[in-house]
């Protein structure tokens, strides 16, 4: 494998981050939440908007029940931004993808500053009724047909394939949700964050088996936004966080219902390209975040990112121990999508970033310098390695 | 209700004769799914439908337990069947006619249609 050590992410900073107020039913307009993220990220910067000449964010369309925040060229208008460079990511599956595209638009010159941002008021939408799954909302014919309209029921067919033929146990895949859960106790703004006990997850309702409750994200409200800037800025920026390669891929299909393979998600080919970009090894990570929006995709990704040989993310992760902040791979630190909320990968990279930037409080892991970020499961992969240390 | 178009019609509709209908490469003869109008394996856009046997083994499988399209009650398993005809040909479906808690990865299935007003959609049930 030839290894380019000019990969061109590393030409690139994460200058500024910005949160909103997050968690469960704010009833506050998804552009509130935008504004208050992209401007705290901005002035986090040390930038104002006049200095931003890039803007990105995902799914930009409308979708139903809260799933996606207002339109880039909205937020452009608004804000009177002069940009260079502008991107509303309209691809389905995109999910943390636009991280990366925005590094590689100021490490080629097309802007200094990105803001990126993710917003969701899918809690708020919700209402106090059951939300049904934004899936079911979409013309689907090969997966309503067949009573489909949740993709926990398509997790649920590689979470079967994975016992079947690993022989892997609720007993493990328990530990995704376990482990997050013990990590929001310590972040005040994780929605659950009650101490959970094994035999609480394996007494929970199943949604489909072999995945229960417990299994599946927690939908949220907030906004997250980051300033992707060009690496000449790392001595204007107090802190800087530093891309050091950035992996993607989607091999055969952007189905779910017709993946090819349950044996691999595309997890396989992105953490592929990731090290590949690279000369850091799975061992040189300090921290893990890994996308939880079901658990059984965790497994997979530590098995395609080489945490673990094939097969045998179950007994990695059992117990907890190797998984927790004082174990070998701290892993979803901040309580991931199972307890802190669902913010499709952007919760995980504003954790990383926190921890990367030594602002992560009672969770903080000592001693950290390289993150690894994923987006996505199934047919949907993206992976990030971050540093402090350059 | 399953959306019926000139590329599916075969699909949806064959049951009415009792044929499970798949789309085939005239070209290369492999099968595939879902039907489209270009053969993904060599590309031919020579594309036509065939009758398959509808004998297929369950590769994995869900029972799920949560309601989310009207018209399906839990429990009820969603599963991906292969097709005895080619080992890369697999749909996603319903196992019907036995406990969901019987169904397992490894077991063989054979097709059925359940008529819904003018399509019949293919399901599958245990072989007898
Ligand atoms: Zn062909």
């Known amino acids: 494998m030839t290894i380019d050590r000019q990969a061109v992410e590393r030409q690139a900073i994460v200058s500024g981050i910005g949160r909103s107020a997050t968690g469960r039913r ?8 935008t504004l208050d993220a992209c401007l705290a990220a901005i002035a986090d910067a040390g930038l104002t908007p006049r200095d931003i000449d890039g803007l990105t964010s995902w799914p930009d369309q409308a979708v139903p029940f809260g799933f996606s ?3 880039v060229s909205d937020l452009h208008s608004l804000l009177r931004l002069d940009l260079s460079w ?16 925005a590094a590689h638009a100021v490490a080629t010159g097309l802007a200094r500053h990105v803001l990126v941002y993710r917003t969701v008021t899918e809690s708020t939408a919700q209402g106090t009724g059951r939300r049904p799954a934004v899936m079911s909302q979409m013309p689907a014919p090969w997966r309503t047909t067949y009573g489909v309209g949740s993709p926990a029921q398509l997790a649920a067919l590689w979470a079967r394939h994975h016992f079947d033929r690993y022989g892997t146990t609720r007993e493990q895949l328990a530990w995704v949700a376990l482990n997050d859960r013990r990590n929001a106790a310590d972040n005040p703004d994780a929605i659950f964050r009650d101490p959970m006990t094994l035999d609480d997850y394996l007494t929970t309702r199943m949604i489909s088996n072999p995945l229960c409750l417990l299994d599946c994200d927690v939908p949220a409200d907030g906004a997250f936004a980051f300033v992707i800037s060009h690496a000449d800025h790392r001595h204007d920026t107090e802190r800087p966080v530093f891309f050091e390669a950035v992996g993607g891929g989607r091999p055969m299909t952007s189905s779910w219902e017709f993946w090819p393979d349950l044996d691999v998600m595309a997890a396989m080919k992105a953490a592929d390209q990731l090290w590949s970009r690279t000369t850091l ?15 059984i995709f965790v497994l997979y990704w530590l098995e395609a990112l080489g945490f673990c040989a094939r097969g045998e993310s179950g ?22 999508q199972l307890s802190e909320g669902r913010y499709l990968g952007f919760g995980h990279a504003y954790e990383a970033f926190l921890q990367l930037r030594n602002q992560a409080g009672p969770r ?27 | 209700m399953p959306l019926v178009d000139d590329g ?16 085939a490469c005239a070209a290369c003869h492999r099968l595939f799914h879902p039907p489209g109008p ?21 590769a994995s499988y869900t029972v799920t337990h949560r309601g989310w399209v009207p018209g399906y009650e839990p429990p009820y398993v969603v599963a991906r069947v292969v097709l005895a005809e080619q080992p890369d040909l697999h749909l996603l479906t319903n196992v019907v006619g036995c406990d969901p808690e019987a169904v397992h990865t490894g077991m063989e299935v054979e097709v059925i249609f359940e008529q819904r007003t003018d399509v019949f959609v293919p399901l599958f049930q245990p072989v007898a």
Not at chain 1, 26 to 33: H, K, M, S, T, V
Not at chain 2, 11 to 20: E, I, S
């Open chain 2, 8 to 23: 599916s019609r075969d699909f949806w509709r064959g049951g009415a004769d009792g044929r499970l209908l798949i789309r």
């Open chain 1, 315 to 336: 007994p990695f992760i059992e117990g907890g121990t190797r998984i927790a902040r004082d174990g070998d791979l701290p892993l979803n630190t901040s309580g991931g």
């Open chain 1, 281 to 295: 090894r799975p061992t040189d990570v300090d921290l893990a975040y890994l996308y939880d929006g079901f658990s």
């Open chain 1, 86 to 101: 502008i991107l509303g990511c309209g691809d389905g599956a995109n999910v943390t993808g636009i991280l990366g595209i």
């Open chain 1, 69 to 71: 925040g207002p339109r």
């Open chain 2, 38 to 58: 270009v053969c993904p394996h060599c590309y031919s856009r020579s594309v036509t439908s065939r009758a398959v046997s509808g004998r297929a083994t369950v």
């Open chain 1, 26 to 33: 704010l009833n506050r307009p998804a552009l509130d939440l």
């Open chain 1, 364 to 390: 903080q892991v000592t001693d950290t310098q390289i993150a690894l970020v994923t987006g996505g499961g199934g047919p949907l992969a993206q992976a990030f390695l971050f540093t402090n240390d350059r």
